[in-house]
């Protein structure tokens, strides 16, 4: 019989990382899972390392570079099980991460998603303490959601028909895929809290997706309208100035926050894209026009605007 559980975990260039995330996966103890690891054309030595894995469990895909989004849906292609899991090669799970997110799955037949605590190892301060979610199922869920991802990708377990009926992962995101796959397995049903910490997000010096911020808001803001593009009785629910506060609001929120960081080669192409679709306050628009010049031009304006910001990048 098939695992109940599948596990896919795209992999590039992850050689140094999957003894730690394969190894978390081994503990589990729930042992009815199976473990779709797809290749997606390291160079590194990952696929050697990965076929030298001597468990019936693992499977094996290995495909050309196509990006994590095409990674996950080749692996789903290959899932037999009724409950879907994603691990990223250099995270990991506590050992109890399947068994609890399972159980509270089977004890809630109308639940199409459960999701728990994680915490981020390798940052410093209160940036890496342990962090348990409240409870998104609630009145205001839709809105909840649309403020901002709410859980890591490998901290949830899902119907495998929820994915499946969410269309997968959207190749068009490099970064907000998931984010847009969780709004829309959520729009199906009921979602469910479980408020332990099973899942680590590893932050290292490697290339992770989560540094490149000026790719993440766009990607947000894509997947924000794409989502509500889908579902308009969802957004005509929403106040419309509440609406673009949570869609462009939140862009230009970003897109300032690199402003005043200093990094101004950012923030520029941002804050033209918001300008030439017609957002933002007026005051936005006052510190945003000046990204239409030359960007010695805009430095002097910004200067002269009293716009004061970090030491430029």
Request: glycine residues 8%; aromatic residues 8%.
């Amino acid at each position: 019989m098939p695992a109940r559980i599948s596990i896919v975990m795209p992999c590039y260039n992850a050689a140094h990382h999957l003894p730690r995330s394969i190894g978390s996966v081994l503990a589990q103890s729930a042992g009815d899972w199976e473990l779709i690891a797809v290749d997606d054309g390291s160079r590194d030595g990952t696929l050697a390392c990965l076929r030298s894995l001597d468990e019936p469990r693992i499977r094996v895909i290995s495909q050309t570079n196509q990006g994590v989004s095409a990674a996950r849906n080749a692996g789903l292609s290959h899932c037999r099980g009724e409950f879907i899991a994603f691990l990223d090669a250099d995270d990991t799970w506590a050992p109890d991460f399947l068994r609890t997110l399972l159980g509270a799955l089977e004890n809630t037949p109308d639940a199409v998603l459960a999701y728990c605590g994680w915490q981020n190892l390798g940052l410093s301060g209160l940036r890496g303490n342990p962090f348990v979610p409240p409870d998104y199922e609630a009145p205001r869920k839709t809105i909840s959601l649309l403020e901002s991802c709410r859980w890591p990708i490998h901290a949830c377990l899902t119907r495998r028909t929820a994915i499946e009926a969410a269309g997968r992962f959207d190749p068009r995101l490099r970064i907000g895929e998931d984010y847009l796959l969780w709004m829309e397995v959520a729009a199906q049903g009921r979602i469910l809290r479980v408020p332990e910490v099973l899942a680590y997000y590893h932050h290292h010096g490697g290339p992770q997706a989560t540094q490149d911020k000026p790719r993440a808001l766009l990607d947000t803001l894509k997947a924000k309208e794409i989502f509500l593009g889908r579902h308009p009785d969802l957004a005509a629910a929403i106040p419309r100035h509440e609406l673009e506060t949570l869609t462009w609001g939140a862009f230009i929120a970003g897109a300032n926050a690199l402003y005043w960081k200093g990094n101004i080669d950012a923030a520029r192409p941002l804050y033209r894209k918001a300008l030439l679709s017609g957002r933002g306050s007026a005051k936005d628009k006052l510190r945003m026009a000046p990204s239409l010049l030359p960007k010695f031009l805009h430095l002097g304006l910004a200067r002269l605007l009293g716009q004061g910001m970090k030491e430029v990048q």
